[in-house]
């Protein structure tokens, strides 16, 4: 069956790092383009990184860009979110998501992890 799980996540200083890694299994992964979402307390959930299934490119949203890095192991059917000089608002539950939208949508979600970035 398919299966998305969240690693990586805990507690961080401010200016500090966390590698999340998002491990799948169940489909094929390579044909899916991975997202990675986050969903602080009170707020909506907020797109923080996308990866393409092709040419990998990826695009940020712009409260991460410079300090968030989204990558992809097709071999290891696993993607990741390097997360540098974290702020206390990117305290958040960040989940990973496999999207293809082409010949029949198909789309799975991670459970979530939990990254705390307090002083």
């Known amino acids: 069956q398919v299966q998305l799980v969240e690693s990586g996540g805990g507690l961080a200083q401010p200016g500090g790092s966390l590698r999340l890694s998002c491990t799948t299994s169940?489909?094929?992964?390579?044909?899916?383009?991975v997202r990675w979402y986050r969903q602080a307390p009170e707020k909506e959930r907020e797109l923080v990184a996308s990866i393409t299934n092709g040419s990998g490119r990826a695009t940020y949203a712009d409260s991460v860009k410079g300090r968030f890095t989204i990558t992809r192991d097709n071999a290891k059917k696993t993607a990741f979110l390097q997360m540098d000089s974290l702020k206390p608002e990117d305290t958040a539950v960040y989940y990973c998501?496999?999207?293809?939208?082409?010949?029949?949508?198909?789309?799975?979600w991670g459970q979530g992890t939990q990254v705390t970035v307090s002083s």
């Open positions: 169940g489909f094929d992964f390579s044909l899916y383009g």
């Open positions: 998501n496999a999207i293809r939208i082409t010949f029949r949508k198909s789309e799975y």
